[in-house]
């Protein structure tokens, strides 16, 4: 019986194992990508999100993500810092984001990815719980956030091909 | 409410005219953006506040650009007045709000800017604050306008 060979003389079972791995390779990056999008969107902001609203930075940077499970980790500490009397205080320092980053970087398709925020008034942010004031930002980014998540895993689709075809290998 | 130009804008009036066109929509709105001064606690006497989250535009098949955003209403009905139930107050608001943005809804009119309709209603619990009891529903609002040439 003769064995089928591609053009670069390789077995077919071999060419399909070759294209299996790099079409899971594109698929974890296209995963990879509108994940980070999407914790960038509901943390720090960007085009597809205003991000989490900053008084001491506190609540946006209690955002963990997990892979598998929710976490309940809080990494701005235990409780919000306390702004000294007619100052203005120290913001906590951005620490969330390239955290989430390096949890988003070992991400596989299929694998289920949690983003979580554990700070005890984050309800009150997102739901508008408060009475309003004209300064405040509106209350609902995540959800508007969340709702991005086609066109964020399209525009991710879109980079990750085109990357692909400036020979970029991913 | 300022006559500000553009897509968002657009979608804006169209969210709040459907807004005010919901029957027992209280008389008391806090616009986005702007200062309200909440109304003393009277007993079954709601007030509300709206705030629009749009969201990117993108490209939706040939010549058309679609964003998807949330209409965010906030309701809040008094607490401590014994004889008006303020849960019963904010659960008649609140279905007849989720009445008016029922899913598939058209919000705009032909003669609108942008074609909008409601693709989605979430409701959170009521959480009690001092004064009020507060409950928040988020429409899902979709819009559509042609692609400038």
């Given at each position: 019986m003769a064995t089928l060979r591609g053009d670069r003389g390789e077995t077919f079972a071999a060419a399909v194992g070759r294209w299996t791995r790099r079409t899971d390779a594109r698929l974890a990056a296209v995963v990879r990508e509108a994940a980070f999008d999407l914790a960038e969107a509901v943390s720090v902001g960007n085009a597809w999100g205003t991000g989490t609203p900053v008084d001491t930075g506190y609540a946006r940077n209690n955002w963990v993500a997990s892979l598998g499970a929710p976490s309940d980790a809080t990494p701005a500490g235990a409780a919000p810092p306390t702004r000294p009397a007619g100052g203005t205080g120290a913001l906590v320092p951005d620490v969330a984001l390239p955290a989430m980053q390096a949890v988003i970087a070992g991400v596989r398709a299929g694998q289920v990815l949690y983003l979580t925020n554990n700070t005890a008034y984050l309800a009150y942010l997102e739901y508008g719980l408060t009475v309003p004031a004209a300064s405040d930002t509106p209350p609902g980014w995540i959800a508007a956030a969340t709702r991005q998540w086609p066109a964020i895993v399209a525009a991710a689709i879109r980079r990750v091909r085109g990357a692909v075809g400036r020979g970029v290998r991913v | 409410m300022s006559a500000a130009t553009g897509p968002v804008a657009a979608l804006r009036r169209v969210c709040r005219a459907a807004l005010l066109a919901t029957?027992?929509?209280?008389?008391v709105v806090a616009w986005e953006a702007r200062a309200v001064d909440a109304p003393a606690p009277s007993a079954g006497v709601c007030w509300l506040a709206e705030a629009l989250q749009p969201g990117a535009e993108v490209l939706a098949g040939t010549g058309w650009l679609e964003r998807r955003a949330v209409f965010a209403l906030t309701l809040y009905a008094p607490v401590g007045h014994p004889t008006v139930s303020a849960t019963g107050a904010l659960d008649t608001l609140a279905g007849a709000l989720a009445d008016a943005f029922a899913p598939g809804r058209t919000l705009s009119a032909p003669a609108d800017p942008v074609r909008a309709w409601v693709d989605a209603v979430s409701d959170t619990p009521a959480a009690a604050g001092p004064d009020w009891l507060v409950r928040g529903l988020r429409v899902g609002v979709t819009s559509r306008r042609r692609r400038p040439a």
């Open positions: - | 029957p027992g929509v209280p008389a």
